[in-house]
């Protein structure tokens, strides 16, 4: 069983719709969730830094954090064509561990 | 500030061939991270560093070596270049129990 899972897609939305990304994973020692956003031929940039569960919110992205069910979302309102990109969620223990990846999903925002 | 700045953006190599991929970063973080990334397979770390002098596996390490003389300076040298190692490579940095900032990537060919 993968630490992480994620997946992977394609997803294609009409712009302003709301989008829902969703990982699920296995280590309950999890403590700090993070979701990249990573445009083509580039690398992954933190779109949302989540530490134990909960809601963040930060403009049009929403970040969702339920360690019971060991599942994080991300929301994203009002899409553009230029949230198309592969998102990847990572999350790990804590200090100097190490961070586990979602394969990522790929989205598309229809204008 | 520069961020993490990775030399070189490609390469091709002839198998059996040796090389170094350079990061460096400019933020005066501990943690770096040496990832590759594969399509559909997300990102695998081959060797993290938790400072200067201190090195460690990741997932797969398994032909390539690393070493870490400054903070600023973290290495990943593939020896004997195999087919297997064609990649995407990214190198991060981090404070440690928070997000990555990851690199432009060197994308890699063995032939």
């Known amino acids: 069983q993968k630490e992480v899972e994620q997946d992977p897609g394609p997803l294609s939305v009409p712009e302003g719709a709301i989008v829902s990304l969703n990982c699920t994973y296995s280590n309950s020692a999890f403590q700090y969730f993070m979701w990249y956003r990573q445009y083509s031929r580039k690398g992954p940039e933190l779109l949302m830094y989540?530490?134990?569960?909960g809601n963040k919110e930060d403009g049009r992205f929403t970040a969702q954090v339920d360690k019971s069910s060991k599942y994080i979302s991300l929301f994203i309102r009002d899409s553009q064509p230029s949230d198309s990109a592969t998102y990847l969620c990572a999350m790990s223990e804590g200090t100097g561990n190490q961070f586990y990846f979602g394969t990522g999903t790929s989205l598309t925002v229809i204008p | 500030n520069a961020g993490v700045t990775q030399t070189p953006k490609f390469r091709i190599l002839k198998i059996g061939q040796s090389m170094t991929l350079q990061c460096t970063q400019d933020?005066?973080?501990?943690?770096m991270y040496w990832y590759r990334q594969d399509p559909g397979m997300g990102l695998k770390l081959i060797y993290y560093?938790?400072?200067?002098?201190?090195?460690d596996k990741g997932e797969v390490p398994n032909g390539y070596n690393v070493s870490r003389s400054t903070t600023e300076d973290f290495p990943l040298r593939l020896e004997l270049a195999a087919p297997s190692q064609t990649s995407v490579y990214f190198c991060?940095?981090?404070?440690?129990?928070?997000?990555?900032?990851f690199g432009p990537g060197t994308r890699l060919t063995v032939t």
């Open positions: 933020m005066n973080h501990n943690y």
């Open positions: 989540t530490y134990s569960s």
């Open positions: 991060a940095s981090s404070y440690g129990d928070r997000s990555l900032y």
């Open positions: 560093s938790v400072g200067a002098g201190i090195t």
